[in-house]
């Protein structure tokens, strides 16, 4: 029996190119093997470049603050490389291990200057028979000095050093957001604890246990942070899931429920006029899983559309324009869904496997 992929391969390479659409307006990097980082024109659905990292395999990026730069974290010896979209070329590289230490550093939020990289380290010392493993720290990246320049111990939150979660830097450069079960401010300069929003108290009843899922949006407003958040009843252990909204600037925030919540959500996504939001659902155990997509009206945060995709739940992307849906996984094929009837609209063959998700970027940006 023939598989999906190979029929997807199949359909590909039988039907004619589709036509270029001269109204996508943004070009996708992609970290992919071997140690290089892809970059795909939306309007010719083909790779036009190929940048070389330096240091290994590309796993995470993050868009610099002027939106000019790509970060890049390559696992293998813990580096850091910089990507200038412009020239398409590593302008910086360097690696965070240094003798018997090994760092594991995440987060990767830049400041507004983009001279710092906030995030946390979990910190290994190989002995001649063990490895030491040192209790998680926050830790700050000077991009001059190509180094770790400072770190803090974690907060211990329910008896545990806590760092994980989201990070994001607001636009005045002076505090550190961490997102995870709730939201904790820090100060920049000592990464002190200023204050803590407490998301797992309720804010409608029945309404407790949030989580709060969001991605790297281009389309996303300069200090606003826009995701889905899961809650669970903490008395009948119901779980529902809606849209919040969170002002960098301000400290402000607000939920609004939608309704019963699916086995998972993934990230919103807002269309360029951001009046439309996307994410994939998915229902059912691994295994017996199947997923949809649904498209919210961002005016009345309510679903307007929902449609059911063959395949196993993979991640999704928006296209810069909005009018496509590239769904994606670790294989070297990127699926593309109508936005409007959320119906196939062809595939775009990569050639190698892919290591982290696209990351689209307007072309004025580049």
């Not at 994001?168 to 100060?187: H, M, T």
């Not at 928006?318 to 670790?330: A, F």
């Amino acid at each position: 029996m023939m598989n999906r992929r190979t029929f997807l391969y199949t359909i590909a390479a039988a039907a004619a190119a589709p036509a270029a659409d001269q109204s996508e307006d943004a070009f996708l990097f992609i970290g992919a093997l071997q140690n290089q980082v892809l970059v795909i024109d939306e309007a010719q659905n083909k790779i036009v470049d190929r940048i070389p990292m330096r240091t290994g395999v590309p796993r995470r990026m993050r868009l610099s603050y002027d939106r000019k730069k790509i970060y890049v974290w390559t696992p293998a010896k813990d580096g850091i490389e910089v990507v200038d979209m412009a020239a398409r070329k590593v302008i910086s590289s360097f690696v965070l291990n240094q003798g018997t230490r090994r760092e594991s550093f995440n987060g990767l939020a830049p400041d507004p200057q983009d001279k710092l990289l906030y995030g946390n380290c979990s910190t290994a010392i190989k002995q001649i028979d063990r490895f030491e493993i040192e209790k998680p720290k926050f830790a700050i990246v000077d991009l001059a000095q190509q180094k770790i320049v400072k770190t803090v111990d974690a907060p211990v939150v329910d008896g545990r050093p806590s760092v994980g979660g989201n990070y994001r830097v607001s636009p005045d450069g002076k505090n550190l957001y961490v997102f995870a079960e709730n939201v904790r401010i820090y100060d920049t300069t000592d990464l002190k604890l200023l204050d803590t929003i407490e998301l797992s108290k309720p804010l409608f009843p029945g309404m407790a246990t949030i989580g709060f899922f969001f991605r790297d949006d281009p389309s996303e407003s300069p200090g606003t942070v826009t995701g889905i958040f899961n809650s669970t009843d903490a008395v009948v252990r119901r779980s529902i899931f809606g849209i919040a909204k969170f002002d960098l600037n301000k400290r402000t925030f607000d939920f609004t429920p939608v309704g019963p919540s699916a086995s998972g959500v993934g990230g919103l996504q807002l269309s360029p006029d951001k009046k439309t939001g996307y994410t994939m659902a998915y229902h059912g155990d691994i295994g017996n899983r199947r997923g949809e997509f649904w498209i919210f009206d961002m005016a009345t945060r309510k679903v307007v559309k929902r449609a059911e995709y063959d395949g196993p739940p993979q991640g999704f992307t928006l296209s810069g324009n909005g009018k496509r849906i590239y769904l994606h996984s670790s294989a070297p094929v990127i699926e593309m869904y109508d936005s409007a009837s959320l119906q196939p609209a062809g595939v775009i063959e990569i050639g190698a496997d892919m290591t982290s998700g696209p990351l689209v970027v307007p072309k004025h940006l580049v």
